[in-house]
């Protein structure tokens, strides 16, 4: 057997203690200098910071769920149905140029450019909780606005009475569209008051960043107090319109995902009990709570209404 | 040389097969253990678990067709050893169930069983596979005697459950449980032509 000499290990090759506990910040300084603009090239997108003001007031002040977890395990069938299809091929999706179709009942459609439309709204923070319909949840700190100022601009007139959203159908770089599991393109819809609520929103990043391709870059709904499902991603299209839109979940299964689909844990979905939820990052489940804990800003929304036949 | 892969084959081949039919669970542990499986590292193990029992139960069921096949007699070898690892990965996947995702929570699991159709189904392979597994030593195999291959056709039930319980999770991608019910469909469909055909021989 070979003993090796402790007598091996000169001196001058042992890194300095204080050296060695700031081995990361070392790395960053020195090695990223080198590195950096390799870096920068590959991910410029997804590491590009924004900028934005903190909504306190419509934040949770939960433990946020780590930025990798968000960014690693989707639910975005158009890149893939494993939860970590989306990171792998995500990357592929250009996002850039990206224009938006306004139309329906509005006075003002068209097709308007990214920027344009980004251009008026102040970004904010806001730490929604996330929850989705296979019972696993997070808290995400999503940067956007809330989706309300938006309609207000396009003014829709008096006959819009849902708002329709379309996510982008390019199968050539959504490869999951190159398989018929879902109907392409996947379609959601809000009634105008719920899309009137301060707590929708559209959003644009989290974590302070541009949001990664995964997540539903450059644009995506965030309904908080809906199943994850009804947060549409990528959206090319939003149509203000007079009849209850078709809805893709709905549209594959429409005995276990209503147009509402709003979080209640007292309506079962079909297969799988809805009281609980895993909050990604815990071992135990937790309770899941009425509208996903939103209840005191949207329960008006739904009085009188038959839930369970409104599911 | 051949000679010598044969003795090798035959004296060390059970050990392998062993070896082989065990490293899906070491791998599965290292992961869980080195937070590699995920974000989700429960409901991944879990469904690898179930996977792994499935696999493995369709393996079982494989060895009859590829003796008859290959007019060899060695599968015949493996079929209990893969019939008992197909009942180690069902029970480590019932458990992980129990255990990490339900943590004991008897009322929510009763509620499943008695409500969700695929655990209902999922539940009932299991129980079936209980027998099969307490009968599968020699001892039991002498004192059935007949019964006992009686008993094990179970196995096409249990099979038959187990393919339709990944059936009825699956949220819209029926691909993967698809993929698995062809594999069943071919092994069934071997054994009843076989049965039609040496029924029928004069």
């Known amino acids: 057997m070979l003993i090796k000499n402790s007598s091996d290990i000169k001196s001058s090759d042992i890194t300095d203690e204080s050296v060695y506990l700031r081995r990361r910040e070392f790395m960053q300084t020195t090695a990223g200098i080198a590195l950096l603009p390799f870096v920068k090239m590959v991910a410029a997108k997804t590491e590009e910071t924004l900028p934005y003001i903190k909504n306190a007031g419509l934040s949770s002040k939960e433990k946020l769920t780590d930025y990798s977890a968000i960014t690693t395990y989707n639910n975005f069938y158009e890149f893939g149905t494993d939860k970590e299809s989306p990171a792998k091929y995500a990357g592929r999706l250009t996002t850039s140029p990206w224009s938006i179709v306004i139309d329906g009942e509005v006075n003002k459609p068209g097709r308007y450019q990214l920027e344009d439309i980004l251009n008026p709204h102040t970004l904010e923070e806001r730490i929604y909780r996330l929850r989705c319909v296979e019972r696993w949840s997070m808290v995400v700190p999503w940067i956007g606005f809330s989706l309300a100022d938006l309609i207000k601009r396009f003014e829709p007139t008096s006959r819009a009475k849902y708002v329709q959203f379309t996510t982008l159908h390019r199968p050539a770089e959504m490869i999951g569209q190159q398989r018929g599991v879902l109907q392409w393109p996947y379609v959601e819809g809000l009634r105008i008051d719920e899309a009137m609520n301060p707590l929708t929103m559209l959003a644009v990043g989290l974590y302070g960043k541009v949001m990664p391709n995964q997540n539903g870059a450059p644009i995506r709904l965030v309904v908080p107090w809906k199943y994850g499902f009804k947060s549409i991603k990528s959206i090319v299209r939003i149509s203000f319109i007079e009849k209850e839109p078709p809805t893709s979940w709905n549209l594959s299964a429409p005995s276990e995902y209503g147009f509402y689909s709003n979080v209640n844990p007292d309506v079962d979905h079909p297969r799988w009990s809805q009281r609980k939820e895993r909050r990604i990052g815990e071992f135990l489940r937790r309770n899941s709570l009425m509208y996903n804990g939103y209840e005191e800003q949207v329960a008006h929304l739904y009085k009188g209404m038959d839930l369970k036949k409104y599911y | ?202």
């Open chain 2, 1 to 202: 040389m051949m000679l010598n892969l044969t003795r090798f084959w035959n004296r060390f081949g059970k050990l392998l097969v062993f070896t082989l039919c065990l490293l899906p669970f070491v791998i599965l542990v290292v992961q869980l253990l080195t937070n590699a499986l995920g974000a989700n590292p429960i409901e991944a193990f879990t469904r690898a678990n179930g996977e792994w029992g499935l696999r493995f139960l369709l393996m079982t069921l494989a060895m009859t067709p590829l003796r008859l096949i290959i007019r060899r007699s060695w599968p015949l070898r493996f079929r209990r050893m893969l019939g008992l690892f197909t009942f180690f990965y069902v029970c480590l996947h019932l458990s992980s169930y129990i255990v990490l995702d339900q943590f004991f929570d008897w009322t929510e699991i009763w509620a499943d069983i008695l409500k969700r159709p695929f655990i209902t189904i999922g539940m009932t392979a299991f129980v079936l596979l209980i027998p099969l597994a307490v009968t599968s030593n020699k001892v039991m195999m002498r004192r059935l005697g007949r019964n006992w291959q009686r008993l094990h056709r179970l196995v096409y039930v249990i099979a038959i459950c187990a393919v339709l319980h990944f059936f009825l999770l699956v949220k819209a991608d029926l691909y993967q449980p698809i993929v698995y019910a062809v594999i069943l469909i071919l092994l069934l469909v071997y054994r009843l032509l076989r049965l039609c055909t040496s029924q029928y021989r004069p």
